[in-house]
């Protein structure tokens, strides 16, 4: 079973266009985040939700809008797809917002063309 | 403020041979540290951490770090290293405000 799971795995798409990358996890946590890798590896957190509720929310432009439905979801999605938002998008989830351990999944490979 | 600084990007080692990934923090108060992997088209995968107790810390396969805070390092150490460890290691630290903060990271290349 996969603890934290992404969906997809590699997403290419046009300059312009609204996507949507959706992030499970079976592990029973409180808190989930999304971090974003550039090409240069650079992991940099964007967003972290605790029981639903919004409690990181990094310098982010706003068409990036994550939500989340319940505390085992985390979606995150991107309007007005831009040339510099190609990168892997991972989603991690914690026991709680401490953050003692986090457990991230495989990423989204996301190219912007 | 705290942050990561990780003093290798990049390390080749030989199979079997030891191998050191060096991690600095900067922070005035208690940290948590943690060093993760990336395996090539991976998540990260955590490796070990330090939260509190002994310097000390032993991970997985066979990964071994040791928290020294007057050098405010946490460096990463394996006495015997496989072709399977070729990967990216990351150095993380978590801030006073559950942020996750990692550093650059080191490509580990292992050849045989």
């Known amino acids: 079973d996969t603890a934290v799971s992404q969906t997809p795995k590699y997403l290419v798409t046009q300059m312009g266009n609204d996507k949507s990358i959706k992030c499970e996890q079976n592990?029973?946590?409180?808190?989930m985040y999304w971090y974003k890798q550039d090409s240069k590896k650079f992991l940099k957190i964007m967003f972290s939700y605790n029981n639903k509720e919004l409690i990181i929310n990094e310098t982010v432009p706003n068409r990036f809008s994550p939500k989340s439905p319940d505390k085992a979801h985390l979606n995150l999605h991107i309007n007005s797809l831009e040339l510099g938002d190609s990168a892997v998008y991972f989603c991690?989830?914690?026991?709680?917002?401490?953050?003692?351990?986090?457990?991230f999944g495989q990423g989204t490979r996301l190219t912007v063309v | 403020a705290q942050s990561v600084t990780q003093l290798d990007s990049q390390v080749p080692v030989f199979e079997e041979a030891p191998v050191e990934l060096r991690c600095n923090y900067s922070s005035s108060v208690s940290v948590y540290l943690f060093w993760y992997v990336q395996y090539p088209n991976q998540g990260l995968q955590l490796l070990l951490k330090?939260?509190?107790?002994?310097?000390l810390v032993k991970g997985i396969n066979g990964f071994e770090a040791e928290f020294n805070k007057s050098q405010t390092s946490f460096h990463l150490r394996k006495p015997s290293v496989h072709i399977s460890d070729t990967a990216e290691y990351f150095c993380?630290?978590?801030?006073?405000?559950?942020?996750?903060?990692f550093g650059a990271g080191t490509t580990v290349t292992v050849r045989a």
């Open positions: 991690a989830s914690s026991p709680t917002q401490e953050g003692t351990e986090a457990f």
């Open positions: 993380a630290v978590r801030r006073n405000d559950y942020k996750l903060s």
């Open positions: 592990l029973g946590h409180d808190t």
């Open positions: 330090y939260l509190s107790g002994s310097t």
